[in-house]
């Protein structure tokens, strides 16, 4: 029979730990605090059901990560598309505007090109008359172009060529017809005879001895005695070449 006071055995002399309760509300700055409203509790005898733990609260979606990926489609979309528009662009622009095939020509030569051949001189002048002085660093480049029609073919294709001067460094500078001497009719144009465009042109004085004489072709042809009309439906028949042919006269 166990004495009053004395605890069975296996039992804890020890007191139980105390069990905090919910932090008090942190004071505003005024000195009064808002109470933070605190989960209400089950009840001994709710059933098992409603004595659960509380459902956990749901997480957002991450949608940062998504976003970044969706803004990056777009702008790789974008791009693709503005290199492909630019592309078709290129490819219409090259298709009417090939480029450039250039033909060189040694100094002092000449080449045939469209049963035309053709030759330049470049002068270097101080002055022309009815032109005023031009500055220190300025110089006149008096330009005489050549051409010789070879055959009837070449007669044909007289219209009056496209010409510049430029630089290696890229830079060119135009070139203004001064005069010429081409019959006004096709019929007194003669095969094998020369005939010449005087041109003039301004450069800088530094490059004035480098600068070379770069020369387009007419490719249209004239027919003589031919009709307005009848222009229209040969040229409708016809396909001219294409003007991209350049004869590059060295120095």
């Given at each position: 029979m166990e004495e009053p006071g004395?605890?069975?055995?296996?039992?804890?002399?020890q007191p139980f730990p105390s069990v905090p309760g919910p932090p008090l509300?942190?004071?505003?700055?005024?000195?009064?605090?808002?109470?933070?409203?605190?989960?209400?509790?089950?009840?001994?005898?709710?059933?098992?059901?409603?004595?659960?733990?509380?459902?956990?609260?749901?997480?957002p979606p991450k949608r940062g990560r998504?976003?970044?990926?969706?803004?990056?489609?777009?702008?790789?979309?974008?791009?693709?598309?503005?290199?492909?528009?630019?592309?078709?662009?290129?490819?219409?622009?090259?298709?009417?505007?090939?480029?450039?095939?250039?033909?060189?020509?040694?100094?002092?030569?000449?080449?045939?090109?469209?049963?035309?051949?053709?030759?330049?001189?470049?002068?270097?002048?101080?002055?022309?008359?009815?032109?005023?002085?031009?500055?220190?660093d300025r110089q006149w480049l008096k330009i005489k172009v050549t051409r010789t029609s070879l055959d009837a073919e070449g007669v044909s294709r007289r219209g009056d060529p496209e010409v510049e001067v430029r630089h290696s460094d890229g830079r060119a500078w135009k070139v203004l017809p001064e005069s010429d001497d081409l019959p006004d009719e096709v019929k007194d144009h003669r095969v094998g005879t020369a005939y010449s465009y005087t041109m003039v042109s301004v450069v800088p004085r530094n490059v004035a001895g480098q600068v070379e004489v770069h020369v387009?072709?007419?490719?249209?042809r004239v027919v003589e005695n031919e009709s307005v009309t009848d222009t229209f439906k040969r040229t409708a028949k016809e396909k001219d070449p294409a003007q991209d042919q350049v004869l590059r006269f060295r120095r």
């Open positions: 004395e605890e069975p055995p296996g039992a804890s002399t509300p942190r004071p505003s700055a005024t000195g009064a605090g808002t109470p933070t409203a605190a989960p209400a509790a089950v009840p001994a005898d709710a059933p098992p059901g409603e004595r659960s733990a509380p459902a956990a609260e749901e997480t998504r976003t970044a990926l969706r803004i990056g489609g777009a702008i790789v979309a974008v791009g693709l598309g503005i290199a492909v528009s630019t592309w078709n662009g290129y490819s219409v622009y090259r298709t009417g505007n090939p480029a450039d095939r250039i033909h060189t020509v040694a100094a002092g030569g000449a080449m045939t090109l469209m049963h035309v051949s053709w030759k330049t001189s470049v002068e270097q002048v101080d002055s022309l008359p009815g032109q005023k002085p031009l500055q220190a387009r072709p007419a490719t249209y």
